[in-house]
């Protein structure tokens, strides 16, 4: 019984230390081991976070645990913010400049020594640039017009330069240097080879008008004073009124086809009245044997039946004109021919001669007011030089066009189309 008591206090001795130290122990592994699960969770969400800062995408499934979730929300959301911001950014300057290859001036962006950063796609056409292989290239290397160069190396650009260019035809450019942004450049070009002509084409015209106009006031004020101051015999004073007349009757003409041009090109849209087609060119091919007086053998040939839609009397004077013309230009002996045809294409009315023809330098340049291909000859054969240019407004009044072809020696052939719109009943 003793022995009994003694070994139960012994045991109880010995275990009561031994389950505090293993329940201590099993406690710090049991710390340590959530400690280590709470730091590997941290790792991952770390990790996770590293790997995406590596690279940053747009991903929903970016969670994490705890805090780390709200911080990958708000990196989430931050993101998103910032992708709207660079898509709308990039957004506006993907039209900013389409915006700026669609204007028709041509916009090199230069930087202070003047070398190619950026050009509009209207610039590579203008200037010969090309955006890609020229960047970064000397705007002087690569428009080499010694004006241009001379132009940059005064530096004076209060007033642009006025450029011509002659690679295929010849073009007049209107170049602007502007700074911007301190020290960088932005060249403006414009085209104004149209304005250029148009200038050219007004000083023509009123130094045409002032020669035609001289020429027979010239004359007739020399035989006025002949008359008044020498006496002369009657069949000599009877010439020098004829050769005055003949004068007079030029200046006429020329006025009234002065005034036949202005009134087309004021005058509003013609109505669509029908216009008997048949009649007009019958009545056009009997004023032909009339003006030929016999010179000339005269045809007419037709194809098709149809009706105009316009202004009678322009489309009378466009007609008459292409029909004087060719009397006119017709050497005794030759062949006019008038034609009428109409097709469910359009329209045709043409005149062809067997007469001196046309060389094709001047073909381009025969509708100008007063533009002559040979003016002895012409102002020999009668003509003012504007009846060309009154079938070009009166045709293109009525949406038709004026094709010429011609061969010196051979004849011309003038034809005034018309599309299938200006045919009555269509």
């Not at 200038?199 to 020669?211: C, Q």
């Not at 016999?294 to 009378?316: P, V, W």
């Not at 102002?379 to 010429?404: C, F, M, N, P, W």
Request: proline share 3%.
């Amino acid at each position: 019984m003793q022995r009994a008591l003694f070994y139960g206090v012994l045991t109880a001795a010995v275990a009561l230390p031994l389950g505090y130290f293993v329940e201590a122990w099993m406690g710090w592994v049991l710390f340590y081991a959530g400690l280590s699960l709470h730091l590997a969770m941290h790792y991952r969400n770390f990790s996770r976070l590293e790997r995406w800062t590596r690279k940053p995408v747009l991903d929903a499934s970016l969670e994490g645990d705890g805090d780390w979730d709200r911080i990958f929300r708000r990196l989430y959301r931050h993101e998103k913010e910032l992708l709207e911001k660079i898509e709308l950014r990039e957004r506006d300057i993907a039209r900013l400049i389409a915006a700026v290859h669609a204007m028709n001036d041509g916009i090199v962006l230069l930087d202070g020594n003047f070398y190619i950063q950026f050009c509009n796609k209207t610039a590579e056409r203008q200037l010969g640039l090309d955006s890609t292989r020229d960047r970064g290239a000397s705007i002087a290397n690569i428009l080499r017009q010694p004006e241009f160069v001379a132009y940059l190396a005064e530096a004076d650009f209060s007033r642009p330069l006025t450029l011509r260019l002659d690679r295929y035809f010849e073009r007049v450019l209107s170049l602007y240097l502007i700074l911007y942004a301190e020290d960088c450049w932005l060249l403006q070009v414009k085209d104004i080879t149209q304005t250029d002509r148009l200038d050219s084409m007004r000083r023509d015209f009123v130094a045409n008008v002032s020669h035609e106009l001289r020429t027979p006031l010239t004359v007739l004020s020399g035989f006025v004073e002949t008359l008044q101051e020498i006496d002369v015999d009657a069949e000599s004073r009877q010439h020098y009124l004829q050769l005055m007349g003949q004068q007079s009757t030029r200046m006429l003409s020329i006025v009234q086809d002065l005034l036949t041009l202005s009134s087309i090109e004021s005058a509003p849209p013609p109505h669509d009245e029908v216009v008997d087609m048949a009649t007009l060119v019958d009545k056009l091919y009997r004023d032909a044997e009339a003006l030929s007086a016999g010179r000339h053998t005269i045809h007419l040939e037709t194809e098709g039946q149809g009706d105009l839609l316009g202004a009678e009397s322009e489309l009378i004077s466009a007609f008459a004109n292409l029909v004087a013309n060719a009397v006119r230009y017709t050497p005794n002996g030759g062949t006019i021919t008038l034609s009428w045809k109409v097709s469910s294409e359009g329209a045709e009315f043409a005149v062809q001669d067997t007469g001196i023809g046309i060389d094709a330098k001047h073909i381009p340049r025969l509708t100008e007011r007063f533009y002559r291909v040979d003016r002895g000859r012409s102002r020999d054969a009668g003509g003012t030089g504007l009846g060309l240019a009154i079938v070009k407004h009166s045709l293109s009044r009525h949406q038709a066009t004026l094709e010429v072809t011609s061969k010196p020696g051979e004849g011309s052939r003038f034809a005034a189309r018309f599309p299938a719109s200006r045919i009555a009943g269509v």
